[in-house]
């Protein structure tokens, strides 16, 4: 399909209550987009801003003819801005975005190109994370026929992305309204189970996502626990509509299991939760492991995930502190023995390795069995088991942008090596070569000072640290400069390997 002649490529759809400055970025950001403003449009809708905001959107929609805006009464939730928004938009395709978010300049002309050169229903771009999490697997490559079969796709269940219009009004695919939780869950799963054609744009930026420092956002205030299962299950009954039971379903749902269960009850995030607010959850969480998850699900864990389900379904919130508190003290360490600029590629070799507290983290050895070993009793071994995760142990390096934050993976090459230990227990050491070529970095949109990230995945921890140098690049895909980081002197940098960074930079490392 394609649009009318005078129809806008894209509707850029924007809730707003109470936006106040936060929307500013967002403004700025769509009036300096590369796609011409005759080719696109912003609708925002006004729900009942009780600030200025609603004087400030028609302020801006009298100055800029391809804003509009929109004044409903107060519905206290985004899902019905957002539908009364695509019922308004003239667009060919749709972009759902938050009104304290903000585009990188190439969005909207990289996403419709990308649409209509593979004709796809459904394009997800880059997103960047501002004191929030965002997928990161399914941005680790461009990807023009993803589906749920063969990429990552259910880890991205926000709204933020670009939909064929008619393909939503085709199937009536609307977020359910009222005051709801998940309901961005509800209509993006559906929309990848009907999409004839899925994209990822993983090679640009496209979308900032940011959580506010005063919590502004709907979706960063409490959840409560019931009312909030209610709403999951209502997402696991699509699944289980578009799905057999078997491995594919049990994926999918292990997505749910993973993220809204798992991840809120370990670490930091537990304990610094109300403890009355902890027992609803473990307890719904608990109800939902057994009345809908296959064993199939939490068997797809790695073990330090599939020890934390278990005492969710054993409801054994007193562990579940316990295993908190002594994993705060995990974090990965790296050691970067090589830098070797040449022209404008950067080769960077280092090792790895998670740590707990000053000391390495160790596994036990039961035969041919790696097993973790953790301060709760009473796990069977199958439960601990990390043979198969200790194999799977992933070392990657993020190059991350300082001012934007915006991060690429690096090329790395590289092996894990259990070491042994006289007692017995086993360290799992990664050794990683990266090769970092600033001219395709960021599609060669290089300039600017860049920092260096380890990223260490194993055993059902993933944890990042800062290396001890970074580059800069004087403009798009010119040789990188390498400096040390200001913050890494915690790190060791072997002197003797560093070849053609200048004296002064090696005296700073040293420092």
């Known amino acids: 399909m394609t649009a009318s002649t005078n129809a806008p490529k894209v509707t850029v759809v924007v809730p707003a209550y109470n936006s106040g400055p936060h929307i500013e970025n967002l403004v700025t950001s769509l009036?300096?987009?590369s796609l011409p403003a005759g080719e696109f449009e912003a609708v925002f809708v006004d729900d009942g801003s009780t600030d200025s905001t609603g004087a400030r959107l028609d302020e801006l929609a009298a100055a800029h003819p391809h804003f509009r805006v929109l004044h409903i009464d107060n519905s206290g939730w985004p899902s019905r801005p957002r539908?009364?928004?695509?019922?308004h938009a003239r667009g060919e395709?749709?972009?759902f975005a938050d009104d304290d978010d903000w585009f990188g300049e190439e969005a909207l002309e990289r996403l419709y190109?990308?649409?209509t050169a593979h004709d796809a229903d459904l394009v997800i771009g880059k997103m960047a994370g501002h004191r929030r999490s965002v997928p990161r697997e399914l941005f680790r490559r461009n990807r023009f026929d993803a589906t749920l079969e063969n990429a990552p796709l259910i880890d991205s269940l926000t709204a933020h992305k670009l939909f064929r219009r008619s393909f939503l009004v085709e199937h009536d695919l609307r977020f359910p309204e009222g005051k709801r939780r998940l309901e961005d869950h509800v209509l993006v799963t559906r929309a990848y189970f009907l999409s004839r054609r899925t994209c990822v744009l993983a090679d640009y930026v496209c979308y900032h996502h940011q959580r506010r420092i005063d919590a502004g956002n709907v979706t960063a205030t409490a959840l409560e626990p019931a009312g909030y299962f209610v709403n999951l299950r209502e997402a696991l009954d699509i699944v289980d509509a578009h799905t057999d039971p078997?491995?594919?379903r049990d994926r999918l749902h292990r997505r749910w299991l993973r993220n809204e269960m798992v991840s809120r009850l370990r670490g930091r995030r537990l304990l610094d939760a109300p403890a009355d607010w902890v027992d609803q959850l473990v307890e719904e969480?608990?109800?939902?492991i057994r009345d809908r998850f296959a064993p199939g699900v939490a068997a797809g864990l790695p073990p330090l995930q599939r020890i934390i389900t278990r005492l969710i379904e054993q409801g054994r919130t007193t562990d579940l502190r316990r295993l908190a508190r002594w994993e705060t003290a995990v974090r990965a360490a790296a050691t970067v023995q090589r830098v070797a600029p040449e022209g404008t590629t950067l080769t960077i070799t280092l090792t790895a390795e998670l740590c707990f507290g000053d000391r390495p983290l160790t596994l036990t050895a039961d035969g041919e069995q790696r097993l973790l070993v953790v301060?709760?009793?009473?796990?069977p071994a199958d439960l601990r088991d990390a043979t198969t995760g200790a194999k799977q142990s992933r070392l990657d390096v993020i190059a991350r942008r300082r001012d934007t934050r915006e991060e690429f993976f690096v090329p790395v090459t590289g092996t894990v090596e259990p070491v042994p230990a006289d007692d017995g227990t086993v360290?799992?050491?990664q050794h990683g070569t990266a090769r970092l070529d600033v001219g395709t970095l960021n599609g060669g949109r290089s300039g600017g000072t860049w920092d260096l990230k380890a990223r260490v995945t194993s055993c059902g921890w993933t944890e990042d640290t800062l290396l001890p140098v970074a580059f800069r690049c004087a403009a798009d895909g010119v040789p990188p400069v390498v400096v040390p980081h200001p913050g890494s002197l915690r790190f060791r940098l072997r002197r003797a390997v560093v070849r053609r960074v200048p004296e002064s930079i090696r005296r700073a490392i040293r420092r």
């Open 113 to 115: 190109a990308c649409a």
């Open 427 to 429: 360290r799992l050491v």
């Open 285 to 288: 969480a608990r109800r939902v």
């Open 93 to 95: 395709y749709v972009f």
């Open 31 to 33: 009036l300096r987009q």
């Open 83 to 87: 539908n009364l928004g695509v019922e």
């Open 246 to 248: 078997g491995p594919l």
């Open 375 to 379: 301060p709760v009793d009473d796990l």
